[in-house]
């Protein structure tokens, strides 16, 4: 079955970096675009970056863009969100997503504080 196993947050204070990773398994993931979504408290669920399969093409979201960076690993099924000079309202749980399948990892938490 599909499963996607996020890891990497954790507590970090302003203008700090975190990488998340995200193990995929139970499908092709060479040819699979992935996403990584967050959700901040009392948020809805917002889409942070998209990585393509064949070319990995990168999108951003605006409040992201030239601080996050995603990249693949389609020999060790593995996706990454590198954050580099995170701010307060980075603050969310991190999701890993399939990008057109409706399946979804764990998340895990960033916390991003003073």
């Known amino acids: 079955q599909v499963r996607l196993v ?3 947050g954790g507590f970090v204070q302003p203008g ?3 990488r998340l990773s ?3 398994s ?10 990584w979504y967050r959700q901040a408290p009392g ?8 990585i393509s399969s064949n070319t990995g093409s990168t999108n951003y979201a605006d409040s992201v863009k030239g601080r996050f960076t995603i990249s693949r690993d389609n020999a060790k099924n593995m996706v990454y969100l590198q954050m580099n000079s995170l701010k307060p309202e980075d603050t969310a749980v991190y999701y ?7 399946y979804w990892g764990q998340g895990t ?6």
Not at 26 to 35: L, V
Not at 43 to 49: D, G, I, N, S, T
Request: proline content about 0%.
């Open 96 to 102: 890993c997503k399939i990008r057109f399948l409706n």
């Open 26 to 35: 139970g499908f092709t993931f060479r040819t699979s675009a992935m996403t």
């Open 43 to 50: 948020k809805e669920r917002e889409l942070v970056a998209t």
């Open 109 to 114: 938490q960033v916390t991003v504080s003073s």
């Open 16 to 18: 700090g970096s975190l």
């Open 6 to 8: 996020e890891s990497g």
């Open 22 to 24: 995200c193990a995929a």
